[in-house]
């Protein structure tokens, strides 16, 4: 596709449902990040990927967050046992990157999870 | 980790003033200060970045200037109108990329 996509666009979760969020990032784009936006605040980092591997994690608020980029391109936020102050819109981004670390970076559209 | 100031939280202008939106940020490795703008209910937008062999860097009426001694950057939008109305975030970035906490700007017409 043209830019980065995010799905589900909604989700409602049940407290204490696990849930998975897919982010497909722009073809050949080596970076992706993402970020937890709760409502009139900015984009906070949650986690860091190079390829397949994960540089950066210590954004995840706790150990119910695990994200995963198994082959380099798309990428799986998985929240186990969701609370509700896991509600929020979470962002992926990705960056071409090629070894600098100066590349404009790319959002989804966001996926907006809420937990009742 | 990097950490990104940015102040002011919301500001209100006059259409045609000028705006500034100022961030500082902790991590001195960082070389890549990007800018974006998000509307409401939409995905963040890149419009302006600077690197940091850079100190400032126009577009139209939009600017940035980068003290990298100071560990500050600013943005300037000049001429402003009512559809700059968004909220506009700040980012520096080393091996990830942080941002700030947003300025909502709001032009009056």
């Known amino acids: 596709g043209a830019g980065v996509s995010q799905s589900p666009r909604y989700k409602v979760a049940k407290r204490g449902q696990d849930v998975a969020l897919r982010c497909d990032p722009i073809?050949?784009?080596?970076?992706l990040f993402w970020y937890q936006q709760a409502l009139g605040q900015g984009p906070e980092f949650l986690t860091y990927f190079q390829n397949e591997a994960q540089l950066d994690k210590s954004g995840l608020p706790s150990d119910r967050f695990f994200a995963e980029r198994p082959e380099g391109s798309v990428s799986t936020l998985k929240i186990q046992r969701t609370q509700q102050e896991d509600s929020a819109v979470y962002l992926c981004?990705?960056?071409?990157?090629?070894?600098?670390?100066?590349?404009?970076?790319?959002f989804g559209q966001g996926t907006r999870l809420t937990v009742v | 980790g990097e950490n990104v100031e940015q102040h002011p939280s919301t500001l209100s202008v006059q259409e045609g003033d000028s705006a500034v939106i100022k961030c500082t940020y902790s991590?001195?490795?960082?070389?890549?200060f990007p800018w974006y703008k998000q509307e409401l209910g939409k995905r963040p937008q890149l419009i302006i970045d600077?690197?940091?062999?850079?100190g400032e860097k126009k577009d139209q009426r939009i600017a940035v200037t980068l003290n990298k001694t100071a560990k500050h950057f600013s943005l300037h939008i000049t001429e402003t109108q009512p559809e700059d109305s968004a909220v506009y975030f700040c980012a520096a970035t080393f091996n990830d990329m942080r941002f700030g906490a947003g300025t909502r700007l709001t032009v009056k017409p």
């Open positions: 600077i690197r940091s062999n850079v």
């Open positions: 991590d001195s490795a960082s070389n890549y």
């Open positions: 981004a990705s960056s071409l990157d090629r070894g600098r670390r100066e590349s404009e970076a790319f």
């Open positions: 073809s050949g784009h080596v970076s």
